[in-house]
């Protein structure tokens, strides 16, 4: 396959094509489509850090219309686009619908999740007109490049910092007794991969383990207090990095 990416300023990786244009701008995105014809869509783009609603949506809502658009203006039918959905669009799950099911109701508690339950619909409303959109409901995504936002990286720069002096010898965390369902970012490329081969067009699907973990009792048992010895230190980031991937294998189906 050729690759090609798009990005409003360069600096992708050398093994693909860049093309430099912003995706809101749906009239130049149109040309570029043109030229281009793909025959997959890996639709990333977004900013899960925002948390102003106005901007959440603006990032992730206006570009994804004006996505779909572009495609409908360079009659883009054949091309597939897949889109990563959220967990977050479900909002709060009783435990008596777990494993959640992708035809639980939306009910979004966080702007962002409400956002990307926006998108969704709209996603649904341009496949029903013609496009080939195929959602992946993607969960709480570990590895290589997670949000610093997040929790587990969060507590991974804290722990450097302690390292380093920066950070008083104390891990500060939120609530840890909610479980969390985390899928690694390798899984979750092949899981988009194969829903580019074999996804059914207009369906959304679930990329997730099928099961939960306490961030908690997998992740920081021991180690929610960090006293500074530098040994400790090493190996708590260590653990971090092995019982999330223990956890992520553990509850494969």
């Not at 007109?129 to 804290?158: C, E, M």
Request: charged share 20%.
């Amino acid at each position: 396959y050729d690759l090609y990416g798009i990005s409003r300023k360069k600096g992708l990786s050398p093994k693909i094509t860049s093309i430099v244009c912003d995706l809101k701008n749906t009239d130049e995105l149109t040309e570029n489509l043109k030229k281009v014809r793909p025959k997959w869509i890996f639709h990333l783009a977004g900013n899960p850090g925002l948390t102003d609603p106005a901007a959440l949506a603006d990032n992730h809502v206006i570009a994804s219309v004006s996505l779909f658009k572009a495609m409908e203006a360079a009659n883009l039918k054949a091309t597939r686009l897949i889109l990563p959905s959220s967990s977050g669009e479900y909002g709060i799950i009783p435990k008596s619908s777990l494993p959640v099911s992708e035809n639980f109701p939306l009910a979004p508690v966080s702007p962002y999740g409400a956002v990307k339950a926006a998108q969704t619909l709209l996603a649904q409303m341009y496949a029903h007109r013609g496009l080939d959109i195929v959602l992946a409901r993607i969960f709480n995504v570990l590895g290589p490049g997670l949000n610093p936002s997040l929790s587990l990286s969060s507590f991974v720069r804290q722990i450097v910092e302690m390292e380093q002096g920066k950070h008083e010898p104390k891990l500060q965390t939120g609530d840890l007794s909610p479980k969390r369902d985390f899928v690694d970012v390798q899984d979750t490329v092949e899981a988009l991969v194969l829903l580019a081969q074999r996804g059914e067009g207009g369906q959304v699907y679930n990329v997730s383990s099928g099961k939960s973990v306490s961030i908690q009792t997998d992740f920081l048992t021991g180690n929610d207090v960090i006293m500074g010895d530098e040994d400790q230190l090493h190996q708590v980031i260590i653990n971090l990095a092995v019982n999330a991937r223990d956890a992520i294998e553990q509850t494969k189906i």
